[in-house]
């Protein structure tokens, strides 16, 4: 079955590169199945379904699995649209006009399949890592939404297992494959804004208040429960901190800063031509406690950051959402849906913004799809994601330790501080979830 697998790939990927090929072959018109890239979904709840949604409008992929350890739950009430197993697989059977597709409760089912070309990765942060080094170990590769890892190590693992599979890497940060976002990079990476001082990242807050019932129950017995928790601290239940808000509590996420970091200061690395780099000092500020009853993340957060040749970056809800790059001779600050500039012309359609030319993305899930049959890298592959978020990581350990660090990106290590370093690296993995 490996072997049909790679067959399918490579005739698709040789189709690619011939100028003759018909637009049916090339997706503009359904394929033949045997054609199709197989699909595989973990973590079928309101980003999974909406992520996987967006490749069952992709004419030569096809959705063949889900898996969620619940068959039916919901984000925010105990009513509305469901998610789950039940509600993804049903989702499939109506897109194809077909049966409900096959389900599974444990992630690692799905991953054996042998007809199973691609997994995406819809699940909390805690899971990441576990369930993407799972996926490439079998051969398959990977769309995993931001921010890549949940601990700063198992982003290491991860970008490294892909360079060692030669695997296929999508992370979902859909900025990048944006055209506002692209040319602000544009802008700022053919000087056009003089020499860069400084850029404001504008991230979200987070909140005071708990979402729903905050009464704990204790869940322990409970397997789906248990499948939802896997490599995190085994919790008491209580409905204000899962599903959609489990983000708010560290033991899941990494509250508002590591789930946007991965949106906005990725842009930012990306103008900065820090893809494969990162700052050279992290300073965080002005980290508040919640009065929330069942999180722990901070509602507001500041990182203070130096790059290369001086450049001073800083994050958090202090400043204005998206991202602005201050020059010498101007500014641009882009975020979603809008782009402004201290020089207009620069921002009408026909200004050609120099030499510098931003990898350029028909869509993310296009860009995957097209990726896998090229085997070319895709826009936000592993280390790019990881590098991204990096500057999160090393904020909270600087707010743990109260001093900031001096970072040696090409090494990814804190200079002359161990326990900074140590701290960092540190990772907890309840058994039997671990890395491998």
């Known amino acids: 079955m490996k072997k049909q697998t790679l067959t399918r790939r490579r005739f698709l990927q040789n189709a690619a590169t011939i100028a003759i090929v018909p637009a049916a072959v090339l997706g503009r018109v359904q394929a033949a199945p045997s054609n199709r ?33 619940y068959e039916t739950h919901f984000r925010d009430k105990t009513a509305g649209r469901a998610y789950g197993w039940k509600p993804a697989a049903e989702m499939v059977g109506r897109r ?33 890592a576990v369930q993407t080094l799972e996926a490439l170990r079998n051969g398959k590769d990977v769309y995993c939404e ?10 290491q693992a991860v970008y490294r ?16 494959s944006d055209h ?14 003089g020499d860069i001082k400084e850029v404001q990242v504008g991230l979200p807050g ?15 017995e409970h397997k789906d429960y248990q499948l939802w928790t896997g490599p995190a601290p085994l919790l008491d239940y209580t409905f204000s901190r899962h599903h959609r808000n489990w983000r708010w509590h560290l033991a899941y996420g990494g509250g508002q800063l590591m789930d946007w970091i991965g949106h906005h200061n990725d842009i930012c690395h990306w103008a900065l031509g820090e893809d494969r780099g990162g700052p050279t000092r992290v300073e965080a500020k002005n980290f508040t406690q919640t009065k929330a009853k069942t999180y722990n993340a901070p509602p507001h957060y500041e990182v203070h950051c130096e790059y290369a040749g001086g450049i001073r970056t800083s994050m958090g809800p202090h400043n204005t959402m998206g991202m602005k790059v201050i020059g010498t001779e101007g500014w641009v600050h882009v975020t979603r849906g809008k782009i402004t500039c201290s020089k207009p012309a620069l921002l009408k359609p026909d200004f050609n913004p120099g030499p510098f030319k931003g990898y350029l993305s028909p869509g993310h899930t296009r860009n995957f799809l097209d990726c896998v049959k090229s085997r070319k890298e895709t826009i ?16 909270y350990v600087s707010n743990t330790l109260g001093r900031a660090l001096k970072w040696d990106a090409k090494k990814e290590q804190v200079t002359g501080d161990a326990e900074a370093q ?7 993995h309840r058994k039997p979830w671990t890395l491998g």
């Open 206 to 220: 987070g909140t005071h208040n708990d979402n729903g019932d905050t009464t704990a129950r204790d869940y322990s």
């Open 380 to 395: 936000c592959p592993a280390e790019t994601a990881h590098r991204s978020i990096t500057p999160g990581h090393l904020g």
């Open 422 to 428: 140590k701290l960092l690296t540190q990772m907890t």
């Open 180 to 193: 506002r976002f692209r040319l602000a990079v544009e802008i700022v990476r053919n000087g056009l804004l």
């Open 96 to 128: 194809y006009k077909t049966k409900p597709c096959a389900h599974y409760t444990d992630y690692r089912e799905l991953c054996a399949r042998k007809d199973l070309d691609i997994v995406i990765i819809g699940t909390p942060d805690h899971w990441h």
């Open 37 to 69: 890239l197989t699909v595989g979904l973990i973590g079928a709840g309101g980003r999974g379904t909406g992520v996987m949604n967006s490749f069952l409008g992709e004419q030569d992929a096809q959705v063949i699995g889900v898996c969620d350890p």
């Open 161 to 176: 297992e892909v360079a060692k599979r030669k695997a296929i890497f999508q992370t979902g940060s859909q900025q990048r």
């Open 146 to 155: 931001k921010p890549v890892t949940h601990f700063f190590a198992e982003g």
